[in-house]
């Protein structure tokens, strides 16, 4: 009777170990969700991606005027 308990209760443990209980969620650096917008055409963009010319922001080296 006493191992059915403990069998019993190790299942139940199991299953909410590997089911329910949730992880922490890794929060991402806040810095590298921002959009901003191209000063040209409007267009958004991660300002990762963006290229910065005289302080704005633009989406493309043909909005920012680099273009070759």
């Known amino acids: 009777m006493l191992f059915k308990l403990l069998l019993l209760g ?4 199991g299953v909410y170990h ?3 209980k949730q992880k922490p969620i890794e929060h991402k650096d806040k ?3 921002v959009m901003v ?5 409007g ?3 991660s300002n ?3 290229i ?3 302080g704005k922001y633009y989406c493309s080296k043909k909005c920012a005027g680099v273009e070759q």
């Open 43 to 45: 267009t958004y963009v």
């Open 37 to 41: 917008e191209c000063d040209k055409c």
């Open 10 to 13: 190790l299942v139940i443990w």
């Open 31 to 33: 810095e590298a969700d």
């Open 48 to 50: 990762k991606e963006a």
């Open 52 to 54: 910065i010319k005289d």
């Open 18 to 20: 590997f089911f329910i």
